[in-house]
């Protein structure tokens, strides 16, 4: 078994969106790559400013259809057809498309260029395959949904699949079932009792992806979220850092459902220019719905990764005072696969009655503000003076009714000595259940660090640009910040090896 990959490609010399064509990769653990030969270029009509995003389903004969946006040679957004020209070839390195493409076009009183990205197909009820395709109406963001049975004629239903005033345009819309009683991966067509569906949608005029809980009703092809409160745009986002245009696709092997996304840059595009790319790929995520919580999903990275683990070192039950920084000796700390757990002082926690209620991580002063109850955790990809560092950490804030909030966060604003680049603070509040220790796990390479709290309720990507916390120079440290709270961190981490990405030798 292997697995094949499609991702955008475009020319470094010009961020212009029409120079995109699909480049492809085949991998047998989703961790190690071979890159493969272009797979479409933008040479039709249908296409000719740009070969965007799309998906693909799997039919129960083993043929593998392809739908993707082309920007036509009129900059009219439309979805095209194509399909591998040899379905036995475990490369699929030959794609051809549909001669009559394209095979939809934007719907009445949609803009040329509101009309993007269709989705994996799942089947109905009555034997057609449905797909959604994001758009928008004036600041209106919504979701398309069309049924076909043979992938070349499409019907638009009549009403949309969902839509919100005021989101602008969805992106990269995603649909799929999740269990709410097994620990596994749904095929996309699942539906029935014990399964919600999640509605995500990147939402253009904030960067940002968001998904919410619903349920769909196969019959009007509509779906309705289970708490309006945290719908779309306002409630859960996928992850709270550099992170945009996710994808999820069905493991059938496994019997999971597998998270892509995109890590943009932070820098300036002049330098992106000079070293000939940019932007990179999240570590691929397993997603599966928090039955505890009932409303979040957990997003972990797959087991494939561990493969790269090599030496590890433990650190038991550190003792973390108020204002202490402590060193974990391990040598270089550019790659790291890092597990941590924290006890907190409980008696501290219930004494204090009011502690920062309003607190918020972007508008903080991130880990250099100092509260009763925060920030403690790491301080990674740092050097050893602390001139350059990025933490992630918890920081609770309660209020006078004595409710304790916890949130998560990374801290951007010292990451690098460079002036051009974007430093921010990202995270949002995690929930953390009765009898639950506070969690984490960081993915720390040279200039990306993956953060997951509490299994995966909540998710931050960072990119940094250290200048001096590199290779031999990175360090690792806990930190706590509080004014009034003793912690206690035990910790587990592993150097990591590099993954094995080249072109494939054919």
């Given at each position: 078994m292997g697995w094949y990959h499609l991702f955008y490609q475009y020319n470094p010399d010009s961020a212009v969106w029409g120079n995109i064509t699909w480049a492809h990769a085949v991998s047998r653990d989703l961790i190690h790559w071979l890159y493969l030969p272009l797979a479409m270029v933008r040479d039709c009509w249908f296409d000719l400013n740009g070969v965007w995003t799309g998906s693909a389903t799997?039919?129960?004969?083993?043929?593998?259809?392809?739908?993707?946006?082309?920007?036509?040679?009129?900059?009219?957004?439309?979805?095209?057809?194509?399909?591998?020209?040899?379905?036995?070839?475990?490369?699929?390195?030959?794609?051809?498309?549909?001669?009559?493409?394209?095979?939809?076009?934007?719907?009445?009183?949609?803009?040329?260029?509101?009309?993007?990205?269709?989705?994996?197909?799942w089947l109905g009820l009555d034997g057609k395959w449905r797909i959604t395709v994001g758009s928008k109406v004036n600041k209106d963001g919504m979701a398309f949904v069309y049924k076909t049975t043979d992938f070349i004629s499409y019907e638009l239903a009549d009403q949309s699949l969902y839509a919100i005033p005021g989101t602008g345009m969805w992106e990269c819309v995603d649909f799929y079932p999740v269990s709410t009683t097994e620990p596994n991966g749904?095929?996309?067509?699942?539906?029935?009792?014990?399964?919600?569906?999640?509605?995500?949608?990147?939402?253009?005029?904030?960067?940002?992806?968001?998904?919410?809980?619903?349920?769909?009703?196969?019959?009007?092809?509509?779906?309705?979220?289970?708490?309006?409160?945290?719908?779309?745009?306002?409630?859960?986002r996928v992850d709270y850092g550099k992170y945009y245009a996710s994808k999820t696709f069905y493991d059938q092997y496994k019997k999971r459902r597998i998270l892509w996304a995109w890590i943009g840059e932070s820098d300036c595009e002049n330098v992106d220019i000079m070293k000939g790319w940019a932007s990179v790929q999240t570590i691929p995520r397993t997603v599966v719905f928090d039955k505890k919580t009932g409303t979040n999903l957990l997003q972990w990275p797959v087991e494939e990764l561990e493969s790269l683990r090599?030496?590890?070192?433990?650190?038991?039950?550190v003792d973390l005072h108020p204002g202490s920084v402590v060193p974990l000796v391990m040598g270089s700390a550019t790659q790291l696969d890092i597990a941590a757990e924290f006890e907190i002082d409980k008696e501290a926690l219930e004494v204090t009655i009011e502690a920062d209620v309003g607190y918020n991580c972007t508008t903080s002063c991130g880990a250099r503000g100092r509260g009763i109850l925060g920030p403690f955790g790491f301080l990674v990809l740092a050097d050893e003076t602390q001139s350059e560092l990025t933490p992630v950490y918890f920081y609770i804030a309660k209020d006078t009714g004595g409710s304790a909030v916890t949130h998560f966060c990374a801290d951007e604003t010292r990451s690098s000595k460079a002036s051009d680049v974007s430093k921010q603070v990202y995270g949002s509040k995690v929930p953390v259940l009765e009898g639950e220790k506070l969690s984490m796990r960081l993915l720390v390479d040279h200039s990306i660090v993956e953060s997951f709290a509490q299994g995966g309720r909540t998710v931050i990507t960072s990119r940094v640009y250290p200048t001096t916390a590199i290779y031999g120079a990175a360090q690792v440290f806990l930190f706590n910040n509080a004014t009034g709270l003793n912690v206690k961190a035990s910790v587990k981490i592993w150097h990591m090896d590099s993954a094995d990405i080249h072109p494939f030798p054919l």
């Amino acid at each position: 078994m292997g697995w094949y990959h499609l991702f955008y490609q475009y020319n470094p010399d010009s961020a212009v969106w029409g120079n995109i064509t699909w480049a492809h990769a085949v991998s047998r653990d989703l961790i190690h790559w071979l890159y493969l030969p272009l797979a479409m270029v933008r040479d039709c009509w249908f296409d000719l400013n740009g070969v965007w995003t799309g998906s693909a389903t799997i039919l129960p004969d083993g043929q593998i259809i392809m739908l993707y946006t082309g920007s036509t040679n009129d900059f009219v957004q439309v979805q095209n057809l194509a399909y591998p020209s040899n379905v036995s070839d475990p490369l699929l390195l030959d794609w051809v498309k549909y001669p009559g493409n394209p095979v939809m076009a934007p719907p009445s009183g949609i803009a040329d260029d509101d009309f993007r990205d269709p989705t994996t197909a799942w089947l109905g009820l009555d034997g057609k395959w449905r797909i959604t395709v994001g758009s928008k109406v004036n600041k209106d963001g919504m979701a398309f949904v069309y049924k076909t049975t043979d992938f070349i004629s499409y019907e638009l239903a009549d009403q949309s699949l969902y839509a919100i005033p005021g989101t602008g345009m969805w992106e990269c819309v995603d649909f799929y079932p999740v269990s709410t009683t097994e620990p596994n991966g749904l095929d996309t067509s699942s539906n029935g009792p014990g399964i919600k569906h999640v509605l995500k949608a990147s939402l253009q005029d904030y960067a940002h992806d968001y998904y919410v809980l619903g349920t769909y009703d196969p019959i009007t092809d509509t779906w309705t979220p289970d708490n309006p409160d945290l719908d779309l745009g306002i409630g859960f986002r996928v992850d709270y850092g550099k992170y945009y245009a996710s994808k999820t696709f069905y493991d059938q092997y496994k019997k999971r459902r597998i998270l892509w996304a995109w890590i943009g840059e932070s820098d300036c595009e002049n330098v992106d220019i000079m070293k000939g790319w940019a932007s990179v790929q999240t570590i691929p995520r397993t997603v599966v719905f928090d039955k505890k919580t009932g409303t979040n999903l957990l997003q972990w990275p797959v087991e494939e990764l561990e493969s790269l683990r090599l030496g590890s070192h433990e650190f038991d039950e550190v003792d973390l005072h108020p204002g202490s920084v402590v060193p974990l000796v391990m040598g270089s700390a550019t790659q790291l696969d890092i597990a941590a757990e924290f006890e907190i002082d409980k008696e501290a926690l219930e004494v204090t009655i009011e502690a920062d209620v309003g607190y918020n991580c972007t508008t903080s002063c991130g880990a250099r503000g100092r509260g009763i109850l925060g920030p403690f955790g790491f301080l990674v990809l740092a050097d050893e003076t602390q001139s350059e560092l990025t933490p992630v950490y918890f920081y609770i804030a309660k209020d006078t009714g004595g409710s304790a909030v916890t949130h998560f966060c990374a801290d951007e604003t010292r990451s690098s000595k460079a002036s051009d680049v974007s430093k921010q603070v990202y995270g949002s509040k995690v929930p953390v259940l009765e009898g639950e220790k506070l969690s984490m796990r960081l993915l720390v390479d040279h200039s990306i660090v993956e953060s997951f709290a509490q299994g995966g309720r909540t998710v931050i990507t960072s990119r940094v640009y250290p200048t001096t916390a590199i290779y031999g120079a990175a360090q690792v440290f806990l930190f706590n910040n509080a004014t009034g709270l003793n912690v206690k961190a035990s910790v587990k981490i592993w150097h990591m090896d590099s993954a094995d990405i080249h072109p494939f030798p054919l």
